[in-house]
């Protein structure tokens, strides 16, 4: 079944780590995304992960994947106010001529000051 | 560097009436794809189209229909619009399928 899952809420204070964590489905998925929504805006595409991976660090953000469990990790050093937003993981879902991003339901992060 | 446009913004419609929303990929471009978005919940897939082709369909009614141009613009149409359209229509960009897709603002569909 197609079907990504999120915890639906996550609350820190500035300057904290945050890790966002994400189940998602598909074993064969080939790429998982990280995607950035603030009220009232489009997606915002953060980071992606290659299945081949375990890792992946940009600036203060780092992908972890466990491909066994199927989970995937975002997790943000140095947590600022201007952080706060929903933020979405996605598997892509490959079937004969066509892929598409299956999206969990999103986290909301509220980053206190 | 213009990111994906999409047009208008906001809309406000009745039900039964039809729309017409509008996207601009990102320059060089090739994949559009369509999600909806309702209030709460992560974006689902609606169409994808490759090279003027579509590509794919997600599970939404013969109501939505979409087309590429040859200049890689797309646009989606809903007929017969019903309360439950009402949602957050984003518009997605990518050079070829399956690696980076960028999404533009998306246009706010609210149907009365």
Redesign the interface.
């Known amino acids: 079944g197609e079907d990504v899952e999120q915890s639906l809420f996550l609350s820190v204070r500035e300057g904290d780590s945050s890790v966002i964590n994400c189940t998602y489905t598909d074993s064969s998925s080939t790429y998982l995304y990280w995607y950035k929504q603030e009220p009232g805006a489009g997606l915002q595409l953060l980071t992606y992960i290659f299945s081949n991976m375990d890792m992946k660090q940009d600036q203060r953000l780092t992908v972890l994947l466990n491909k066994k469990d199927k989970h995937l990790s975002l997790r943000i050093a140095d947590t600022q106010t201007g952080d706060s937003a929903i933020y979405f993981c996605a598997e892509v879902l490959y079937g004969g001529a066509t892929n598409k991003l299956i999206f969990g339901t999103g986290t909301l992060l509220a980053v206190q000051p | 560097d213009a990111g994906?446009t999409?047009s208008p913004t906001h809309l406000i419609k009745t039900r039964g009436q039809h729309v017409t929303l509008r996207c601009s990929p990102i320059s060089g471009h090739k994949s559009v794809?369509w999600?909806q978005q309702v209030l709460?919940?992560?974006?689902?897939?609606i169409f994808?189209y490759?090279e003027k082709e579509e590509?794919?369909?997600?599970n939404f009614p013969d109501r939505f229909s979409a087309r590429q141009f040859p200049n890689y613009s797309s646009e989606l149409n809903v007929n017969a619009l019903l309360l439950g359209d009402s949602a957050?229509y984003?518009c997605?960009s990518s050079v070829d399928?399956?690696?980076?897709?960028?999404?533009?603002?998306?246009t706010?569909l609210t149907v009365v």
């Open positions: 994906v999409q794809s999600y709460g919940q992560g974006p689902q897939f994808q490759y590509r794919g369909r997600g957050l984003l997605a399928r399956g690696v980076e897709a960028f999404f533009g603002q998306g706010r």
